[in-house]
């Protein structure tokens, strides 16, 4: 493996593995200043629309400029905005507002860094002589791996040291990131977009651009019906997660459950981007996408019947396996079929979407569970998921995955570029 792949996925795991300790250390730190469970609500609430709003605009900025600068200058944004916290604190002592308002300005980083990194992977795997499947599936198993370290490290660190200061070891991640983005070539990220892309685009408004790459995505059946999949999977895992969960292992008495069953679902991710990786390129990609949808309902079953013990792990560890695998094909296919001029748009959209679909799953999780039984909001949330699996099996847009070369013609990028 040469070294663009390599720095792309340090980079990636770094700054994966800096998110998953700043999810944990927090919201614990905002409680410890604040002495106020809603203290962490208010700064969760306030980060969350400034994020999807950035995701949805700055897709237009990541379409403009270099992909590697973009992804440079968002790492440096979550940066500066996490080391800020412990600075204050230094200074004049944290209160509720420093949270918000440094949350706000890091949250302008969080989805646009993601997709930056999206956008330039089609990039690393034309300059890194490595193959999309095995870039996506390795991504795909650091991300689990930085999922199953994040939430030890920061009770680790949090016992180790006081209040705000575990926040300059997650600035630090995200700084590390940023240097070794620095060491992709600049030219990796430039993006040459065709003499057609240019006569239609260059010259426009950044909301016309804007406006151009959303009706590149709801025009085209392939990435509605992809983007449909994620979001359905992304509101029943959060619902489960965030909510469902946690609650059904304080009332059946085993509140340490709760860790086991995040590590298997971890664990199951990291299992499935591993097998992708050795064998993705291999089979009909239809026949390992049909296999991600059965082993995720078997999954969602499993959790839907709120069992305690082994059957809750290995559920997880089952639905975990899938998304592991079918994040690794969902890239490879996002790298296939997203022209190059439009990859920050629509990815970021599609980013923005993802991200305020999360809170969606809790929050009706916590409604059904509040008004009307735990029982039905895990039904509820299954149910949901039927939704995805029939777009996955019945969708005429995801009955041919094959490469363009396969395929005969390329008709879904001929749609999505606009043609």
């Avoid at 390599?6 to 614990?28: D, E, F, K, Q």
């Avoid at 509820?380 to 969708?395: D, I, S």
Wanted: net charge neutral.
């Amino acid at each position: 493996m040469t070294l663009i792949p390599v720095a792309y996925l340090s980079s990636y795991l770094l700054s994966m593995l800096g998110n998953s300790i700043a999810g944990i250390a927090l919201p614990l730190i905002v409680l410890g200043v604040t002495g106020s469970a809603m203290g962490a609500g208010w700064v969760a609430a306030a980060t969350a629309v400034p994020a999807v709003v950035a995701g949805l605009v700055m897709g237009v900025v990541i379409d403009r400029i270099n992909r590697r600068t973009s992804s440079i200058v968002t790492d440096a944004v979550s940066a500066a905005s996490v080391a800020a916290l412990p600075l204050v604190d230094l200074v004049s002592g944290l209160s509720l507002g420093w949270f918000i308002l440094f949350g706000i300005i890091g949250s302008l980083g969080d989805v646009p860094g993601l997709t930056a990194r999206d956008a330039l992977l089609a990039a690393v795997v034309r300059h890194g002589g490595i193959t999309a499947e095995r870039l996506l599936g390795m991504r795909e198993s650091l991300g689990a791996i930085a999922l199953l370290l994040g939430p030890a490290a920061a009770g680790t660190l949090m016992v180790l040291l006081d209040g705000s200061t575990v926040l300059w070891l997650t600035a630090a991640t995200s700084m590390a990131a940023a240097l070794l983005t620095l060491l992709i070539p600049h030219e990796v990220g430039t993006i040459t977009p065709s003499e057609e892309a240019e006569a239609t685009t260059g010259a426009s408004s950044g909301w016309a651009q804007l406006r151009a790459g959303w009706r590149a995505l709801f025009r085209s059946p392939f990435l509605v019906s992809t983007t449909v999949l994620s979001l359905v999977a992304v509101v029943a895992l959060a619902g489960y997660q965030g909510l469902v969960l946690p609650v059904h292992v304080t009332l059946v008495g085993r509140p340490g459950l709760l860790g086991f069953v995040l590590s298997a679902l971890a664990g199951g991710m990291l299992v499935g981007g591993a097998i992708y990786v050795v064998v993705g390129s291999r089979g009909r990609r239809r026949t390992w996408f049909l296999a991600t949808m059965l082993g995720t309902t078997v999954g969602f079953a499993a959790l839907a019947a709120l069992p305690s013990g082994g059957l809750l792990l290995a559920g997880a560890f089952v639905l975990g396996l899938s998304s592991g695998l079918f994040g690794a094909l969902l890239g490879v296919l996002m790298v296939e079929r997203i022209p190059e001029q439009m990859r920050g748009r629509i990815m970021g959209t599609q980013n923005a979407m993802l991200t305020a679909a999360a809170p969606v799953g809790i929050v009706a999780a916590a409604a059904l569970t509040e008004y009307v039984s735990l029982d039905v909001a895990a039904a509820v949330l299954a149910g949901a998921w039927l939704v995805g699996l029939g777009v996955g099996v019945f969708a005429r847009a995801l009955r041919n995955l094959e490469p363009a070369s396969e395929r005969g013609t390329d008709e879904e990028t001929a749609v999505v570029s606009g043609a």
